[in-house]
């Protein structure tokens, strides 16, 4: 096809022009409208526009391409208007965007969706909200705004419907866009999900009172007014102190009331004046390195630069506490005067707190971050900074990487081996390490990957030559690696057949710990208080309505919950089987132990660390700075206390229940395991002296265990290797999952069957299934499985992807099978 730059637009007299255009919307390809001759100099890749699709639904779709080859089989619709004066996205986003949806077998529209802040993405489903900050003075509106302002602060609210009777015309959306952005209205999708710039008034001294004589003898005039006197006293030591005076300071700072402020503002005395303000505060930009490199850091740092001169990607492979940190730092400082920007992705939002407080403290307002937690209002001034490239760093979870970076010239993946840098629902279900090396490979940035337990694939590519590796043995400052003691739970006797939750051994590491003034982490993969509960009589067990688990009991709440589909039940006291009232409550979680600690050691300040403990945006945060300032003595947490943080008073560290990580049914259950028992560890004996860390265990002859304790993973790599090429997985195979879903498991059964049935002509030996998942029902969907190990073939691969899209399209054909939803995750973790 002839396709058009964007550098010259093509003119009225020119052969029709049409656009491919992505719209957020799952559909099997992207669909292709004509550009009106009005819009041809104003509609270019990247930038939003709107259009119809069906008979009246309307979407902001963003033009990915432009050509003059008219399609064959139909007459496509005109483009209806044009939403923006410049790309909202750049080309090279939109080759990512490409990529994605064919690699991980979805659609752009998907891969859109998830890419785009909210407020970018309006459709004919859309509500408009009345601002009640605006007031209602509409007299500076044209005629058509006017009448959308007076229908909105009548209503407060609009469906764009409504708006297109009010206007009597289906194009409306250059109308709310303007209103949008005089801030007469928010669009809703749920209110905090839509942009509006922040306002701040401001308060000014009138410049008649700029000279002291004017001022003086305007004090001495007010002596019947000394609220307003006050107040301006107050006005007047905030602007000498602060500088600058917003409304809500001077209020608070002089305790007067709106009615005294307004006074002043009638007489002239003081002006209000309305700033837009930044949602996220940031510090002054500067680059502030305060200490040194060791020789040992120096050299990896030098060995880094190397490698990523003749390689793309590098690994950066350090023991835990090495200073893998620093040596980004001096990285990011390198790319910051070179103009570039640098994007560190973290696999969660529980770890950017700690490590943003490290970056400021060098780079100040160069940095940014970015995650879920942040509001789209928040997410759309951080996007904006980006593209105009005033921000140099992101900080993000794995969404960062569809930000506009402009000239990204590194992108740093810590801790690349988490399962969390993989999208698992909705679609797009990607990993943000593998698209990130894609990523750079477009904008012909560098990756680099850190992390002390590196996936088995990366250091598979390390050993293939295709990745450069630096390693980084030991612990900054010469402090040694932690002693690992396994504990054998066998030994130990149980009472009334209850796990053991703390051994003797333990329990009294723990006591001289604190009585040291040092600090302690305990881990259990389990939140709430207890994963199930028994009937004494006949062994019953409750279990949620909706996914085939047992309830997990939660204490504080009195509730049990379904940790698949978060369903809430109240507390059972009777046996639905038998009528018995008498309950045993099996396993624990970090309710039960937080629970006992307190009873065990009661003088010592113990907090918990999990989902459940610690929501919103802040509160993950406040909990490490407190265990940083050594407000709390003993911490108890699921694995959000094992990736990457960084405390310097830890000097012990227990795993309390090793056989439940060992023991999943996944072929990675090594390699996780070894992940998470290492990482732990890495959290003990950091800055001063040897850490401890105590497993306990019962299978004590795993040979996981003897890896982690002599902290090898060149051996546990050799061995897990092995076995990974002799049963065909990951490195040496691609792996593709494909689920099936529906209501009723007859047909999920069947549907399963004849998909099977279809792959197995031309893919049997690669095909395990159908069968049925560990958990075969969630959220009332019976599932059903088919796992494909594909050769590392690129032709075979996307052959297979291409087939499995075509049977896809077949069984939804079928009467019977047209609501099977057949789920596909490319690289499953």
């Not at 694995?639 to 227990?654: A, E, I, S, Y």
Request: charged share 25%; aromatic share 10%.
């Amino acid at each position: 096809m002839n396709e058009l730059s964007n550098e010259k637009p093509v003119r009225n007299n020119q052969p029709a022009v049409f656009a491919e255009i992505i719209i957020p919307l799952a559909l099997p390809k992207n669909y292709t409208w004509q550009v009106p001759p009005h819009l041809l100099d104003r509609v270019v890749t990247g930038s939003r526009v709107e259009v119809n699709l069906g008979k009246s639904k309307k979407y902001a779709g963003i033009v990915k391409r432009l050509y003059r080859q008219k399609p064959a089989a139909f007459a496509p619709k005109c483009i209806l208007n044009v939403l923006d004066a410049e790309p909202v996205v750049f080309e090279h986003q939109l080759a990512l965007w490409e990529w994605m949806a064919e690699y991980y077998m979805c659609s752009e529209g998907e891969v859109m969706a998830a890419a785009l802040p909210a407020h970018f993405k309006l459709s004919s489903e859309t509500i408009l909200l009345f601002n009640e900050e605006y007031g209602d003075e509409f007299s500076q509106l044209d005629n058509d705004e006017y009448i959308v302002a007076e229908a909105l602060h009548i209503k407060k609210e609009l469906k764009l419907k409504e708006v297109q009777q009010l206007l009597d015309s289906t194009h409306v959306y250059p109308v709310i866009k303007r209103l949008i952005e005089k801030k007469l209205c928010f669009v809703w999708e749920a209110l905090v999900n839509t942009y509006a710039e922040k306002k701040e008034t401001y308060i000014l001294l009138h410049n008649t009172y700029s000279a002291e004589a004017k001022l003086e003898e305007l004090m001495n005039n007010m002596g019947r007014a000394p609220k307003q006197l006050d107040l301006l006293l107050a006005y007047l030591h905030l602007a000498k102190t602060e500088g600058e005076v917003t409304r809500s300071g001077l209020l608070k700072k002089s305790g007067a009331s709106d009615a005294h402020l307004k006074g002043l503002i009638e007489k002239n005395i003081l002006v209000p004046e309305k700033r837009t303000v930044d949602r996220i505060r940031y510090m002054a930009r500067d680059i502030k390195i305060d200490f040194e490199l060791s020789e040992r850091q120096q050299k990896a740092l030098q060995e880094i630069q190397e490698q990523l001169q003749e390689k793309q990607v590098c690994l950066l492979h350090g023991v835990t506490a090495s200073g893998k940190t620093q040596i980004y730092i001096r990285l990011i400082e390198n790319y910051i005067r070179t103009g570039k920007q640098v994007l560190y992705l973290l696999p969660e939002i529980t770890l950017t707190a700690q490590i943003i407080r490290r970056l400021q403290k060098h780079f100040g307002g160069y940095i940014g971050i970015y995650h879920s937690k942040f509001s789209q209002n928040e997410r759309i001034e951080i996007w904006n900074k980006i593209k105009s490239g005033e921000l140099k760093v992101i900080l993000g979870a794995r969404s960062a990487l569809f930000l506009p970076f402009n000239e990204l010239g590194l992108i740093i993946a810590d801790e690349e081996h988490d399962a969390s840098f993989k999208q698992q629902d909705p679609a797009p279900r990607y990993n943000a390490r593998d698209s990130a090396i894609y990523y750079a490979g477009i904008l012909g940035a560098k990756a680099l990957l850190g992390s002390a337990t590196p996936s088995v694939e990366t250091y598979y590519n390390c050993v293939q030559n295709k990745y450069g590796r630096v390693e980084l043995n030991e612990r900054f400052g010469g402090v040694q690696l932690p002693v690992i003691e396994v504990v054998d739970t066998k030994k130990i006797p149980a009472v009334e057949k209850q796990k053991i939750i703390f051994s003797p051994q333990l329990k009294e590491a723990i006591r001289q710990s604190v009585d040291e003034s040092r600090q302690v982490i305990l881990f259990q993969n389990r939140r709430g208080y207890s994963p199930y509960q028994v009937c004494e009589t006949c062994g019953w067990i409750p279990q949620c309505k909706q996914c085939d688990v047992s309830l997990t009991y939660h204490k504080l709440t009195n509730k049990l919950i379904c940790h698949y589909c978060g369903t809430t039940y109240p507390q059972v006291n009777t046996c639905m089987a038998c009528g018995n009232h008498q309950f045993v409550r099996r396993n624990f979680g970090t309710e039960k132990i937080e629970e006992l600690l307190e009873e065990e050691f009661p003088k010592a300040k113990i907090a918990r660390m999990d989902i459940d403990s610690v929501k919103g945006k802040q509160a993950h945060d406040t909990l490490i700075q407190q265990f940083e300032q050594r407000r709390v003595d003993i911490l108890v947490g699921t694995q959000m206390v094992v990736k990457g943080l960084d405390f310097d008073n830890v000097n012990l560290v227990g795993i309390l229940d090793g056989d439940s990580v060992l023991n999943f049914a996944d072929f990675r259950v090594n390699e996780r395991a070894f992940q998470l028992m290492e990482q732990v560890s890495g959290r003990a004996g950091r800055k001063d002296g040897r850490g401890n860390v105590m497993i306990q265990v019962s299978n004590t002859q795993h040979p996981v265990l003897h890896f982690v304790q002599q902290h090898d993973y060149a051996a546990f790599f050799n061995y897990e290797a092995e076995a990974r090429q002799r049963y065909f997985y990951p490195p040496f195979s691609r792996i593709i999952l494909l689920t099936f879903r529906h209501k009723r498991q007859e047909i999920v059964y069947a549907a399963a069957h004849w998909f099977a049935t279809a792959l197995s002509g031309l893919y049997e030996k690669y095909m395990v299934g159908p069968a049925e998942p560990v958990v075969n029902r969630i959220r009332n969907q019976y599932l059903m499985e088919i796992l494909l190990k594909l050769p590392k073939d690129g032709t075979l691969i996307r052959n297979c992807k291409r087939f499995i899209h075509e049977q896809i399209a077949l069984l939804h054909q079928q009467k019977d099978f047209k609501s099977v939803v057949v789920v596909p995750d490319v690289d499953t973790v």
